[in-house]
Antibody
C-alpha cells in the first residue's frame, strides 16, 4: 500500500535553507513522479515542483531560482531544498504522486 | 504559466442538492498525447487533499459516483449529484498538462 512521509526541521530562520525529505513506500520512484505542493495557513495549494520517473525535474516559475528537487531511488526518498526562506514560506509542505497524499509537514519561518 | 479560474469561490448547498463547480484554463489542456490532464481534488477541513477525478472525467478508486467531471480544452466542470455532509470542504482543479503544473484558487462548499 502506498505511504508517504514528509520530514523536516519544523522551524527555520529567515534567510536560511529548508531541507525536506519525503520517504515513500508501495511504489517505485522510477515509475512514478513525485511532486512537492505547499499550503500557507488558511490559503490554497501551490505546486512547487516535481521529479519524474526518468529523473527529470520541473519547477514553479516563481520559486525556480531558489528551489531544488532530487531523489535517492535506492532509499525511496525525494528531497526538497529551498534557500533564502522568508516568513511567507511558512506553510504545510506535501509530497505527493498526486493520486495519494501524505499528512504533510508544517514549516514555520521565524526568528 | 497556465492560470486556472474556478467559480464560484464559495458554494452553499443543502444536503441532497446537486451543485457544479467550473474551472476555466487560460490555454488548452489537451496534451500532445491526446489526453487532457485536468484533475479535481477535495480537501476536507483539517485533512490533506485527496484526488477525486483525473483526466477530466475518470473517477479515482473509492470515490462515490455522485461525483462526475466533464469538459474539454479550456472549460471543465465538476458536478456533485446530491451533496452529502462528507462532501463539505474546498475543491481544487489542477492541471498537469503543462509544466509548471498549477492549481485553481479553490471553491469552498458549505452547508446552507
Amino acid at each position: 500500500q502506498v505511504q508517504l512521509k514528509e520530514s523536516g526541521p519544523g522551524l527555520v530562520q529567515p534567510s536560511q535553507t529548508l531541507s525536506l525529505t519525503c520517504t515513500v513506500s508501495g511504489f517505485s520512484l522510477t515509475s512514478y513522479d513525485v511532486h512537492w505542493v505547499r499550503q500557507p495557513p488558511g490559503k490554497g495549494l501551490e505546486w512547487m515542483g516535481g521529479i519524474w520517473g526518468d529523473g527529470s525535474t520541473a519547477y514553479n516559475s516563481a520559486l525556480k531560482s531558489r528551489l531544488s528537487i532530487s531523489r535517492d531511488t535506492s532509499k525511496s526518498q525525494v528531497f526538497l531544498k529551498m534557500n533564502s526562506l522568508q516568513t511567507e514560506d511558512t506553510a504545510i509542505y506535501f509530497c505527493t504522486p498526486l493520486g495519494f497524499w501524505g499528512p504533510g509537514t508544517m514549516v514555520t519561518v521565524s526568528s | 504559466d497556465v492560470v486556472l479560474t474556478q467559480t464560484p469561490p464559495t458554494l452553499s448547498a443543502t444536503i441532497g442538492q446537486s451543485v457544479s463547480i467550473s474551472c476555466r484554463s487560460s490555454q488548452s489542456l489537451l496534451d500532445s498525447d491526446g489526453d487532457t490532464y485536468l484533475n479535481w481534488l477535495l480537501q476536507r477541513p483539517g485533512q490533506s487533499p485527496q484526488l477525486l477525478i483525473y483526466s477530466v472525467s475518470n473517477l479515482e478508486s473509492g470515490v462515490p459516483n455522485r461525483f462526475s467531471g466533464s469538459g474539454s480544452e479550456t472549460d471543465f466542470t465538476l458536478k456533485i449529484s446530491g451533496v452529502e455532509a462528507e462532501d463539505l470542504g474546498v475543491y481544487y482543479c489542477m492541471q498537469a498538462t503543462h509544466a509548471p503544473y498549477t492549481f485553481g484558487a479553490g471553491t469552498k462548499l458549505e452547508l446552507k
